[in-house]
């Protein structure tokens, strides 16, 4: 146990190194399609406007190299699986690592939140572009004190089967990625899961009892997951904070085994693949744009820890299923399918709306078979909070079969 803690410590201090040079986003270097800002407005330009500060120049600066670009909102929304209320600031870091003409927009977000209610989370996530998009390096570290609901396994669990499961949780993922043909990028990661003293509440059944599931669900128990990744990334977005048209397909195969500390050894695969569809060809300083969202995640051993199989809310940004408690549908393999449409209102682009709509599935324990399909819906609101790295204030309120919620967030979801 020491030395797993020290194992722990040592990998959690790395994205410090790395700090410096984290982000996200996606262009290519070839053909890149620029976000035309000139007759644009922002939250910061209608601050200027109101307040009139004493500034040296009232131009706004193009994108360039080793500028960051800085978003913040502050606000209370509701937690996901029955959290309650909570106070959330979300903080995303823009810039480019290279020429912006030949180089991805990188960022890094830094999203904590607490509630009164037990839960607790710190999660930074980065994507990084260096100089001409040769090397990607992704990642996502998280420490989270995080009660919530779950239901058991498949798709046609009752809303009675609700049950409160607590548990502590590091995450630690990175992932470096090479350029080995325009758009396309090839690496490895290493993905370390770890879920402590994992409980339920004193009058619910234990977890292994309710859910029928025998790996990770033992009382108290800790589960430790940690294993490499092999990755293929195709992306011809160039801002992945709000993307122009063009595509993207990820592919991740995570193998775990004792031999890196987990306690048990098992593997899945994590299929990712959006579309974003210009309704407008040539207008780049006015959204009117569908997209397109779907993934697959499957494990593919019996020896995956109940709370590392796969559910929705879970994938790699925890942003799918929008109207559907996170957690809510939980399996051995799980596919998802989202569209929403998204469209500027006024012509400066400082208010915009989505009309989103999403489908989940999960397999059964017993057959293996996508019986059940579960629909969510809603809408949203956008509000241009920085032109230059055009990030939006996005706040969703989705629906479906007796659940409602709304969201607030930098960025869209997909």
């Known amino acids: 146990m020491i030395i797993r803690l020290k194992f722990l410590l040592s990998m959690l201090l790395f994205p410090v190194a790395l700090l410096a040079q984290d982000s996200n986003a996606v262009v290519s270097t070839f053909k890149q399609v620029q976000y035309d800002t000139v007759g644009q407005k922002d939250l910061i330009d209608v601050f200027k406007l109101v307040f ?94 995080y009660p919530q609901d779950t239901w058991g396994l498949g798709g046609n669990t009752p809303e009675n089967a609700r049950m409160r499961v607590d548990y502590k949780y590091i995450r630690f993922y990175q992932s470096l990625l090479r350029r080995i043909k325009p758009y396309l990028f090839a690496g490895i990661g ?26 990770g669900t033992a009382y108290g128990q800790n589960s430790f997951s940690s294993g490499v990744t092999l990755n293929l990334l195709y992306d011809t977005r160039n801002n ?3 993307p122009l048209p063009g595509c993207y397909a990820n592919l991740v195969y995570r193998y775990n085994s004792e ?38 995640w499957t494990t593919m051993d019996r020896g ?43 012509r400066n682009g400082l208010l915009g709306f989505v009309l989103f709509a999403n489908v989940t599935t999960v397999n ?23 032109k230059t790295s055009n990030t939006n204030i996005a706040i969703d309120y989705g629906m479906s079969k007796g659940f409602s919620s709304i969201r607030f967030g930098l960025g869209e979801a997909f």
Do not use: C
Request: hydrophobic share 30%; no cysteine.
């Open 190 to 215: 290493y993905n370390l899961d770890y879920h402590m003293r994992i409980v339920t509440n004193k009058q619910d059944p234990e977890l292994g009892d309710a859910s029928g599931y025998q790996f």
């Open 240 to 242: 992945s904070i709000n």
């Open 52 to 145: 009139k500060p004493k500034t040296r120049s009232s131009s706004r600066v193009e994108p360039q190299e080793g500028k960051v670009y800085f978003s913040f909102l502050p606000t209370a929304s509701t937690l996901p699986s029955g959290g309650g209320k909570m106070f959330v600031t979300s903080t995303t870091a823009s810039f480019y690592m290279g020429n912006d003409k030949t180089t991805n927009l990188s960022n890094i977000s830094f999203t904590p939140y607490f509630n009164f209610n037990g839960r607790f989370g710190l999660p930074l996530r980065s994507s990084v572009w260096l100089n001409d998009n040769k090397w990607y390096i992704a990642g996502d570290t998280r420490f989270l004190v």
């Open 259 to 296: 031999v890196f500390g987990s306690n048990r050894s098992w593997s899945s695969v994590y299929a990712d693949i959006r579309k974003y569809i210009s309704l407008s060809p040539g207008n780049t300083s006015r959204q009117n744009t569908l997209a397109l969202w779907s993934y697959f």
């Open 364 to 386: 059964e324990p017993d057959t293996r078979q996508f019986n059940y399909f579960h629909p969510a819906g809603g809408g949203g609101l956008r509000i241009k909070f920085n």
């Open 304 to 346: 995956t820890p109940y709370l590392s199989l796969p559910a929705v809310g879970w994938d790699f940004y925890n942003n799918s299923g929008r109207g559907i408690e996170q957690n809510r549908y939980r399996g051995q393999a799980l596919w998802y399918s989202e569209a929403e449409y998204r469209r500027s209102i006024t």
